[in-house]
Structures are given as structure tokens and as C-alpha cells.
């Protein structure tokens, strides 16, 4: 079955830019999409179609794709950015999600 | 306004069954896959099934298959999971979700399932 790899956690300073990879084979291929999830609230989507931010969400947030590895890349940290991250992609017509960045804003 | 809010989740035991209900409000149901994802205590996001807009398209990741059945109500704008055979395994958040594209752009509060003796 279809992996998404992501680094269990990542630390960035406010104000300064955070990059999260989701791995996957040929993950250029598809489309990746982010998910933000703060503690025991609903996952919020962040990034669509690679790229595309949702409206309501802040262009500090920005998103790549290239390869086997999609990058989620947040500019000028700030405190309300910490939370988990997961990427998601499409694999023979089921979703699979990666597994999940800690960002934590110190 | 987007609105999902699932109910049905409860305690039940190792083998017994459960049935899900996600009600959707604040946009038309019947142009949206909907989808079914679950979050086990502390770990990450799994998803479970989808299902297309008229029902007649249904698909589940492998450790629920058989198990499992997403189906959806047009009329009443509720999709539901009826699960069977549940384990221990199956403990977990079970959040509805609305597909748009490729992406899930709209999640409910979950509901809670508890497989324990």
C-alpha cells in the first residue's frame, strides 16, 4: 500500500519560516494536500491541489510539490501556528494520509 | 454555513456492531463525495471509506474492508457507517468529512468509538 513519510516533529522560532516534507513515491505525480490539527479540535484544510490556499487561510502558508517529496512551508511562524500536520494524497481511488509533523513554535 | 455533526459513536464490545451518522447542513449534499476518517487516541489520521454523490460508488482501506459499509441518504442529507466485527483496533475518533476535489475541506467533531470488553 501507499506511504507518506513525514519527520515526527519540527521546532521553529517565531517569525521564522517552517518547512514539513511528506515523502512518497512519485508523490509529484499526484496531488498532495495539508491538514492542520490543533489538540482536540478538527483537522482544518491549509494547502489543495499542491498549492492552492482555502480561503480564510493566511498566505504565510505555502505549499510545493516535485518528485517524491511535497513540502508544506510556513513563513513568519507564529505562536497560533503550532499544532500536528498531515499531508494527504490519492492512491487507486483511496485517500492515504501521512504521518503527522508536530510543530512546535518555541 | 458548513455544517457536519456525527453522532452514534458509543462503548461496545470486541465482535459487536455500531452504526455511524453524520447529518450535513449549509451546502447541496448531492454534489459532494463524502468520506469517513477516524483518529485513534494519540495517533494520527486514518481514512476509512468515501463514497460518491449518488451512492453508487464506495471505497474502503483494506483493514475495514468486508467490516465495514459507508452508504449516504440523499433525501435526509446523512451519510452513515455501518460497522461490523469491530475490534480493538477500531477504537477511535471517526470524523465525517466533505470531499471537494482532492482534499477534505470541511470536517464534523468526530464521533467516539470504544471497542473494550
Known amino acids: 500500500s501507499y506511504e507518506l513519510t513525514q519527520p515526527p516533529s519540527v521546532s521553529v522560532s517565531p517569525g521564522q519560516t517552517a518547512s514539513i516534507t511528506c515523502s512518497g513515491d512519485k508523490l509529484g505525480d499526484k496531488y498532495a494536500s495539508w491538514y492542520q490539527q490543533k489538540p482536540g479540535r478538527s483537522p482544518v484544510l491549509v494547502i489543495y491541489?499542491?498549492?492552492r490556499r482555502p480561503s480564510g487561510i493566511p498566505e504565510r502558508f505555502s505549499g510545493s510539490n516535485s518528485g517524491n517529496t511535497a513540502t508544506l512551508t510556513i513563513s513568519g511562524t507564529q505562536a497560533m501556528d503550532e499544532a500536528d500536520y498531515y499531508c494527504?494524497?490519492?492512491?487507486?481511488?483511496?485517500?492515504?494520509f501521512g504521518t503527522g509533523t508536530k510543530v512546535t513554535v518555541l | 454555513e458548513v455544517q457536519l455533526v456525527e453522532s452514534g459513536g458509543s462503548l461496545v464490545q470486541p465482535g459487536g456492531s455500531l452504526r455511524l451518522y453524520c447529518a450535513a447542513s449549509?451546502?447541496?449534499?448531492?454534489?459532494?463525495?463524502m468520506s469517513w476518517v477516524r483518529q485513534a487516541p494519540g495517533k494520527g489520521l486514518e481514512w476509512v471509506a468515501n463514497v460518491n454523490q449518488d451512492g453508487s460508488k464506495k471505497y474502503y482501506v483494506d483493514s475495514v474492508k468486508g467490516r465495514f459499509t459507508i452508504s449516504r441518504d440523499n433525501a435526509k442529507n446523512s451519510l452513515y457507517l455501518q460497522m461490523n466485527s469491530l475490534r480493538a483496533e477500531d477504537t477511535a475518533l471517526y470524523f465525517c468529512?466533505?470531499?471537494?476535489?482532492?482534499?477534505?475541506?470541511?470536517w464534523g467533531q468526530g464521533t467516539l468509538v470504544t471497542v473494550s470488553s
Open positions: 494527504q494524497t490519492w492512491d487507486s481511488s483511496t485517500a492515504v
Open positions: 468529512a466533505r470531499e471537494n476535489g482532492n482534499s477534505s475541506d470541511s
Open positions: 449549509g451546502f447541496t449534499f448531492t454534489n459532494y463525495w
Open positions: 491541489q499542491d498549492k
